[in-house]
């Protein structure tokens, strides 16, 4: 089992969890209204558990000629700087994924969420929107309506306990 806890302060950002040695197919759920009136996903992850995300996922976004997701998980994006042209991801590799409410503790970073918000959620394009009650920023929650819905902790801000 593998506690997550914040490089800054040392408190724990999670329960125990279990690792799942790839992050399960997303589900194709998104934007499709939920019997709760949500347009939100069904969770990736299984409470309880975590994986590694090997593809580059998150901030920063650069361009790409070719149609794709901006990242696992995420909707191809177009580049407003070329008509012809796509975003992907050039961010970092390996980020936990969880579930989110495997992280109850963490709160919404405000100045973040502003630049983060699709029409129905967070669709994460715009870098970590999840803070430690410390102040340190840990990750990124994605939960718009045609993204996955997820939690990913950004490794350079987390560490690992395991017993």
């Known amino acids: 089992m ?3 806890v ?3 302060c040392g408190s724990a ?3 125990p969890l279990t690792e799942l040695p790839e992050v399960p197919a997303r589900p194709g759920d998104q934007g499709y209204p939920k019997a709760d009136g949500s347009r939100r996903a069904t969770a990736t992850m299984p409470l309880g558990f975590f994986s590694l995300e090997p593809e580059p996922w998150g901030a920063p976004l650069v361009p790409c000629a070719e149609p794709r997701p901006v990242f696992a998980g995420g909707p191809c994006l177009g580049d407003p700087d070329d008509v012809d042209g796509f975003l992907v991801s050039a961010g970092t590799r390996n980020t936990v994924v969880l579930h989110p409410d495997d992280a109850r503790g963490l709160r919404e970073d405000t100045d973040h969420l ?3 918000s699709g029409c129905c959620g ?3 394009q715009a870098g970590m929107n999840r803070q430690c009650p410390c102040g340190a920023l840990v990750g990124t ?3 718009d309506c ?3 819905y997820e939690l990913h902790l950004e ?3 987390v560490c690992t306990i395991t017993d």
């Open 13 to 15: 950002i999670t329960g």
């Open 146 to 148: 045609n993204t996955a």
């Open 6 to 8: 914040c490089s800054a």
């Open 122 to 124: 967070l669709h994460g």
């Open 2 to 4: 593998t506690v997550f």
């Open 114 to 116: 502003r630049h983060s």
């Open 141 to 143: 929650l994605v939960n």
């Open 155 to 157: 490794p350079s801000q």
